[in-house]
């Protein structure tokens, strides 16, 4: 709860014009985040919130993502809207904390379906093209479509039970009830064949909402997926081998769709999905490596696609454009961003000493114990991911420069800085792993 008042008397930050004095809250901010790092189970419970460890770690990502959000948009804070942007961002904050905190699932449903809104005011407000407006309806139906099942099927859990508890469901399901609790994550998370908004959505969104978007809101499905598959084991036991090659093929297609790609953003949407995919092959396990590396892999995949899209910002602000063409040669014209390129790239496609390595190392060892046949689409799917990181990598920074790219859009040390603050938690972390393999 300590929490949630700080959050709520973080609102004065909203009425601040001067970029500076933000700033300066802004890293009182993460003064504070270092202080929630203490993980007590016993005094985190109340009647309709409470955080085990997972919760937590999500916590943990969105409170950082947000900070960083807040960073990566001086121009907004700056200009005539900033108490708007401010006050998108801070509701979107509050809701995902709501939604990582939720132990009722009527509750979690809510908070999951009001963080659209914040979203969908970044897409429309401050958007780069008017197909924006297209973006925010594909995001729209296809999340609600895929909800107002799961709301029903709630509704007739409810009625039986009279609660709804995640640790206190118990009762009888069919497959029509088990496809509306499960549709509504895949959906969010995405899986292939409902990842057609997310492309979409990345292109027209402002940084601040791409970040927000790859970085947590893709997570929601994913933290939701965990939750019912305390009273779904059974039928994901049964439909399992339906949804876990359906997500392996869709990965390898999606790697195949990264590797022909030349708009920077969608690169990195799709890329997103490839990885999504494995957190949805080790949850449909059900077996401990798999829900823990899929939790790795989701706090890995959040600092990673974030990072990622800072960098494609920056060369949108340089050359104009997200073309692959067009962007070339940064190695000879600004020769500190092509390292963090190349360590952004690197943990992308899962190198020593990351996240993404060992997340992805725990989803192999699962699903290799799930079936031995799945090694092909494995070996096929870590290929592609490193194929597609330096085809990205190679192409920005090596060949002949762009005639038309200048300087004077960057502002080096506010984007330097948000390249560090992301790629510090994601590489020390991954010294530390020994801390997640203590709670398996």
């Known amino acids: 709860m300590t929490m949630i008042f700080v959050t709520l008397f973080l609102t004065p930050l909203i009425m601040i014009n001067n970029y500076y004095l933000f700033m300066i809250c802004l890293m009182y901010m993460f003064m504070y985040e270092i202080t929630i790092l203490v993980f007590n189970y016993c005094g985190l419970l109340s009647y309709i919130l409470g955080l085990d460890i997972i919760s937590w770690g999500f916590i943990l990502l969105t409170t950082w993502i947000v900070y960083l959000m807040l960073l990566s948009s001086y121009n907004y804070i700056s200009s005539n809207k900033s108490k708007e942007f401010l006050f998108s961002n801070f509701f979107l904050l509050l809701f995902l904390f709501f939604s990582f905190s939720s132990t009722s699932l009527f509750m979690y449903y809510i908070f999951f379906e009001s963080s659209l809104i914040p979203t969908l005011f970044l897409i429309f407000g401050w958007g780069y093209q008017p197909e924006r407006l297209v973006a925010g ?3 729209i139906f296809y999340t609600l479509f895929a909800s107002l099942p799961l709301l029903l099927s709630i509704f007739y859990m409810i009625s039986l039970n009279g609660l709804s508890f995640f ?13 509306c609790f499960v549709m509504a994550f895949l959906v969010k998370m995405p899986m292939v064949i409902f990842h057609l908004w997310l492309p979409k959505a990345h292109v027209e969104a402002p940084i601040s909402g791409s ?6 809101l893709l997570k929601l499905g994913g933290y939701g997926l965990i939750r019912v598959s305390l009273f779904l084991s059974d039928y994901m036991n049964m439909y399992g081998l339906f949804f876990i090659s359906l997500s ?3 990965g390898v297609f999606c790697g195949f769709i990264c590797c022909v790609q030349l708009d920077m953003k969608v690169l990195v949407a799709y890329s997103s999905v490839c990885h999504m995919s494995l957190c949805i092959v080790g949850i449909f396990t059900l077996f401990i490596w798999g829900i823990w590396g899929s939790f790795v ?28 063409f067009l962007n070339k040669g940064y190695l000879i014209f600004m020769p500190n961003l092509c390292l963090f390129w190349f360590l ?14 060992f997340g992805e190392l725990m989803l192999i060892i699962s699903l290799m114990g799930w079936s031995i046949y799945s090694f092909i689409y494995l070996m096929f799917l870590s290929f592609l991911s490193c194929l597609y990181s330096m085809y990205l990598f190679s192409f920005v920074n090596h060949g002949s420069m762009f005639s038309y790219i200048y300087y004077t859009s960057i502002s080096f040390f506010v984007d330097y800085s948000l390249i560090f603050f992301h790629l510090i938690p994601l590489n020390l ?12």
């Open 297 to 324: 892999l989701m706090l890995a995949h959040g600092l990673c696609s974030s990072v990622l899209f800072c960098l494609v910002n920056i060369a949108y602000k340089t050359s104009g454009s997200r073309n692959l």
């Open 248 to 250: 392996l093929f869709g």
């Open 429 to 440: 972390i991954g010294l530390k792993f020994y801390l997640f393999v203590n709670f398996i």
């Open 137 to 139: 309806f594909y995001l």
């Open 167 to 179: 640790w206190m469901l118990n009762f009888d399901l069919n497959f029509y009830l088990f496809l």
């Open 211 to 216: 970040m927000i978007l790859a970085g947590v």
């Open 344 to 357: 952004s790239c690197c943990n992308n496609m899962g190198s020593p000493l990351s996240m993404n390595l």
